[in-house]
């Protein structure tokens, strides 16, 4: 099982950027139901996935979505919404605020980035040119562990067929081009698509490369959930040249502009702010009726403004889905001339609407002259209006005259009288006719100004509505832009990766068919040795058997293996060629097993498990693991050697952390310093000069510890010496040089080091390293009755040819069977011990037992017991029927038995002086 | 090792030479039938410790067992602190097989298991394996030196 590293150690180093928090999933499903979930959603730039689990410290993830290959959108109209496309697969999402989602924009982005980035680099070093023979041409090995399995092969998006756009809002669309077009500003927008079109073939024809030429952009349905609409391939043009937001804006400006001459009859051309609508309509002195009309003119201005915002959008939109459509188009012509008789089709369309849009004006002028008219009428009304408010007047002024004259002749019923009088005029009032619906203003200028208050406040308010609308299409049309760019830069990668890997396996086609007709040669020489002229020259069958030694995954060493422990099938061979034949054919089907292994689901789930445990834990920044039994499970079943570095650490972390605190930082460099000091002071210390003797017994099959100036010999010493003056107590015992070294693979000296503490003083049983070893030797004595309850038949047979299993236990337990089993075994029993504690040994040395227990029952001697048990390496093939054992079989194994006997022996032990 | 027309497989057992495993010993070479007592000829201690595990031996372990007295590291006779001379003597005083050996160049290294083999008295299941003990001295350098 060889490491597929997705994580190189150098970018586990840098800083990661991670983004983590609730956030709605809003799904529809299929009867149109539309559901919102909240979810935790985790993502963290050293995998290529955004993961979402039901709960922010959960393991297992409920869902996740590649970001290697995905597009980023959202709609500013839709508060804190946005969209992740992948696969032809759309995830929205809903975040609390605009800026939350801005903060998750920018994460999946730089997270995109980094992993096409990283995929690129990779394919990159890809490229070393192992020669497989001297004289045959180099071929290019694409090395196997490099298919990096959690990232997802390249997506592959299939076309889909436009969707009609609606008539209407196509028309709407069109509108806002009239416009542009009508108001003969300086700026160009050609509408000859046609000769566009042309130029677009010839581009396209020129090299598929240049995505931006593709006239088709092809929509993807679901993504839209606004307007579609087409825009002339000539503005998609001027927008891919430079990548700015100019064009939109200019068609803003025309739109302003158009709008301004004509609603307000000033010739204020190009006022470019939006803004200063609002102050040059409210300064401006109208009559009601051209207010009403201008505002209405203002508001389907400002409607236009955001149809164009949203060609603009559109346009972004469809210009991803074309990348997705470029990246699988390659070189089919046929496709390109559906293409292009779809985009004639366009513009067929377009013309079509462009009639009908002009006909539209000219309806809006009549309109327009309509409206006129009614002013005029209106405004004549008005006057007569005003004729009877004088009429009616004169006649309050002849009755007052009246009135006068009254009073001076009966002044005693002035007030009865005067009461009458005004009934009368409000009766004379009444009668004045007026035009009918001005009648109802009697006070109509103020009634006027109120209207044009509220009128005004209402577009005040409504504009800001649409500013901030703007604004945010604005920011959105910035950000597709960028996108633009991106995904351009991705499918660019991704190009030169793809023809890469054609011309290598174009090299390696040929270098095959090389290798066979050699192959046969060898065969043939074989089927007819009697032959002349047929004769081999000497060595080739050497040298060819060489090169099949030369595989793909060992082409960089051949002698260790990633860790740098020696292959053991690196010996030498024997001059038997049959021997050498069944050597290869096992070699090779090693080879096929582990190729296959790697690309099972089952390994892919386990991968995808791992990654999406670290995602969240690394996102919550957690640095020690929290115990929970997803987890235990998940490490039950090993943790992937990529992985393991860091999993290992935050387990380390999870039982020392208080230690840590407790005892500070640089409390390693303390006690390295404290032991260079006793060194230098010359005193005689008989556990490191057993330090010093061992570091050199030290994993020997290991090329980082089997010579004295190895790579990590000197790291070794220092943790041990470290350690020895951390723990007095234990100091040094024999096998914790193992667990030190095996540490060292994996982490750095410190972390090692606290690795050791956690073994010897947390996992461990107390007592298991100490000068009198007690612990150790108590839990043989567990260990001999567990035998005894759960091989039954194993221990009679044991007891009765006297075999003592401490023997070969002792060391089972005390360096956690290192060097007993084959390393890509005891290191994952090491995961499941680091986690779980001591009490797994127990469950190994059983399973491993077990698993031994029908050989070990046909031996008939002590001598070949033992030599059955020391070589029970050989039993075990893998983890998994191991663990199978250990974790289930077993079953029940309570931790308090094991406690309740090994406190017995202990006592019992230390009663009696202790002695085996 | 084939000895005249009986083939003799020898089962090695390798302790740990720390001090704190000496209480483990006894577990080793409780059924030995032979135990080779390493010690190294620069190191004037370690040939008294090897005096002392021949002594624990004779004690403790099987009456029948065949011992033999290794001075190791015979390649650095230049530096040799051990004469041989003395060990011989004491090897004699004890009925102990001696060879002076050398882990680095193999020197005498088969020859002592030969010399073991013979000495072995050959059993009634005649051929069947035979357990040594391999007690490696604190002072060896080399882990396993003796067995290869």
Not at chain 1, 135 to 157: H, K, M, Q, W
Not at chain 1, 559 to 566: A, P
Not at chain 2, 54 to 62: D, F, I, P, T, Y
């Amino acid at each position: 099982m060889s490491a597929t590293s997705t994580i190189s150690p150098p970018a586990r180093e840098l800083k990661t950027t991670s983004i983590c928090g609730y956030l709605h999933r809003v799904e529809v499903r299929s009867i149109g139901l539309v559901t919102r979930r909240r979810y935790w959603f985790a993502l963290c730039d050293t995998t290529p996935y955004l993961y979402w689990y039901k709960e922010s410290d959960d393991v297992k993830c409920i869902g996740r979505v590649s970001l290697s290959g995905a597009a980023f959108t959202y709609d500013p109209r839709e508060k804190g919404r946005f969209e992740i496309h992948s696969n032809n697969e759309v995830i929205v999402l809903e975040s609390a605020s605009d800026k939350q989602r801005n903060e998750w924009m920018k994460a999946l982005q730089s997270t995109r980035k980094r992993s096409w980035k990283t995929a690129k680099s990779k394919s990159d070093s890809n490229l070393d040119i192992s020669s497989l023979t001297g004289r045959n041409s180099s071929a290019v090995f694409e090395d196997a562990s490099s298919s990096p399995s959690p990232v997802p092969p390249p997506r592959s998006p299939k076309p889909k067929k436009r969707t009609a756009v609606p008539p209407e809002v196509d028309a709407e669309i069109q509108n806002v081009e009239n416009v542009v077009v009508e108001s003969e500003d300086v700026i160009e927008v050609p509408t000859e698509t046609e000769e566009t079109d042309e130029k677009t073939q010839k581009e396209n024809d020129r090299s598929t490369t240049e995505w931006y030429l593709n006239p088709n952009g092809q929509l993807n349905e679901r993504s839209l959930q606004m307007p579609k609409s087409i825009e002339s391939p000539e503005s998609v043009l001027k927008r891919f040249a430079d990548h700015s937001i100019e064009a939109p804006i200019r068609a803003i400006r025309r739109n302003l502009s158009s709008w301004k001459s004509s609603g307000s009859r000033q010739n204020t051309v190009d006022e470019p702010v939006l803004s200063s609508r609002k102050g040059t309509v409210s300064s401006e002195d109208l009559t009601p009726e051209e207010k009403v009309i201008e505002l209405s003119d203002k508001v389907s201005s400002l409607e236009e403004v955001v149809e164009s915002l949203r060609a603009a959008l559109l346009l972004s939109q469809r210009s991803n889905e074309a990348l997705k459509k470029l990246e699988e188009m390659g070189e089919n012509k046929e496709e390109m001339r559906e293409y292009l008789l779809e985009k004639e089709r366009q513009v067929t369309e377009l013309h079509l609407s462009n009639s009908t849009n002009a006909r539209r004006v000219q309806d809006l002028e009549d309109q327009n002259l309509k409206l006129e008219d009614t002013i005029n009428d209106l405004q004549q009304s008005v006057e007569a209006f005003r004729e009877s408010l004088r009429t009616k007047e004169e006649l309050i002024l002849r009755m007052c005259e009246e009135e006068n004259r009254e009073d001076v002749l009966t002044s005693g019923v002035v007030s009865e009288k005067s009461v009458n009088l005004s009934a009368d005029a409000n009766g004379l009032v009444s009668d004045v006719e007026v035009p009918e619906g001005i009648l109802v203003d009697v006070t109509s200028l103020d009634f006027e100004e109120a209207t044009r208050r509220v009128l005004d406040e209402e577009n005040v308010k409504d504009i800001g509505e649409l500013q901030d609308l703007v604004e945010g299409y604005r920011t959105q049309n910035q950000f597709l832009n960028a996108e633009i760019v991106e995904l351009h830069n991705i499918i660019q990668s991704l190009e030169t990766r793809e023809k890469s890997l054609i011309r290598q396996n174009f090299d390696l086609e040929a270098c095959y068919y090389q290798l066979k007709s050699r192959y046969l040669m060898v065969l043939n020489h074989f089927k007819s040795p009697t032959k002349p002229g047929k004769i081999m020259e000497p060595g080739v069958l050497k040298e060819l058997l060489e090169e099949s030694a030369r595989t793909p995954r060992e082409s960089q060493q051949n002698l260790t293996d990633q860790l740098g422990f020696y292959k053991k099938d690196a010996m030498g061979m024997s001059d038997d060629l049959l021997d050498t034949a069944t050597f290869y054919m096992k070699k090779a089907e090693d080879i096929v097993e582990a190729t296959k292994l790697e690309q099972s689901e089952e390994y892919m789930k386990w991968l995808q498990s791992w990654d999406s445990f670290l995602v969240n834990n690394t996102v919550s920044s957690k640095i020690a693991i929290m115990s929970s039994p997803d987890l235990k499970t998940l490490i039950r079943t090993g943790v992937p050697p990529a992985y393991r570095g860091r999993v290992w650490k935050s387990i380390v972390t999870h039982w020392v952390k208080d230690k840590q605190a407790e005892l500070g930082n640089g409390y390693y460099q303390s006690m390295l310093k404290k032991a260079s000091v006793k060194k230098q002071d010359g005193s005689y210390d008989a556990a490191i000069k057993q330090i010093d003797l061992d570091l050199s017994r030290t994993l020997p099959t290991n090329k980082n510890f089997d010579e004295p100036d190895s790579a990590n010999i000197e790291k070794l010493r220092n943790v041990l010496y470290a350690f020895r003056y951390h723990n007095s107590h234990v100091g040094y015992c024999q096998g914790l040089n193992r667990l030190a070294a095996i540490a060292l693979l994996y982490l750095d000296e410190q972390d090692a080091f606290w690795f050791l503490i956690a073994c010897v003083e947390h996992l461990q049983p107390e007592g298991y390293y100490t000068s009198s070893l007690i612990g150790a030797v108590a839990d043989q004595k567990v260990l001999r009755d567990l035998v005894a309850e759960k091989l039954p038949k194993l221990a009679a047979h044991l007891r009765s040819l006297e075999v003592d299993l401490s023997l070969f236990a002792l060391c089972w337990f005390l360096t956690c069977f290192v060097d007993v089993l084959p390393h890509s075994i005891y290191l994952t029993i090491f995961d499941a011990f680091l986690y779980e504690g001591n009490k797994v040994l127990f469950r190994f040395a059983l399973a491993l037992l077990k698993i031994c227990e029908p050989q070990v029952l046909q031996c008939k001697t002590i001598g070949t017991v033992h030599q059955c048990l020391s070589k029970a390496q050989e039993h075990i093939t893998d983890f998994k029927s191991l663990a199978q054992v250990a974790f289930n079989e077993l079953n029940p194994f309570p931790q308090k038995t094991i406690e309740t006997k090994r406190q017995l022996y202990v006592a019992q032990l230390k009663d009696t002086g202790h002695c085996m | 090792v084939c000895l005249d027309d009986a083939t003799i497989k020898f089962e090695i057992w390798d302790t740990a030479g720390q001090e704190r495993y000496h209480s483990l010993a006894p577990m080793y070479y409780r059924g030995a039938q032979a135990a080779i007592v390493v010690y190294d000829i620069t190191n004037q201690e370690s040939f008294q410790k090897a005096k002392n595990w021949v002594k624990e031996l004779q004690r403790q372990a099987s009456p029948n067992i065949v011992m033999a007295l290794a001075g190791n590291k015979a390649d650095v006779a230049n530096k040799r602190t051990v004469e041989y001379e003395e060990a011989n003597a004491y090897a004699e005083d004890n009925a102990l097989l001696f060879m002076e050996t050398s882990a680095k160049t193999s020197m005498n290294v088969n020859d002592i298991f030969m010399a073991i083999a013979k000495k072995l008295p050959i059993g009634p299941a005649h051929g069947e394996p035979t357990g040594t003990v391999d007690m490696n001295q604190p002072q060896q350098q080399q882990k396993g030196s003796c067995c290869k």
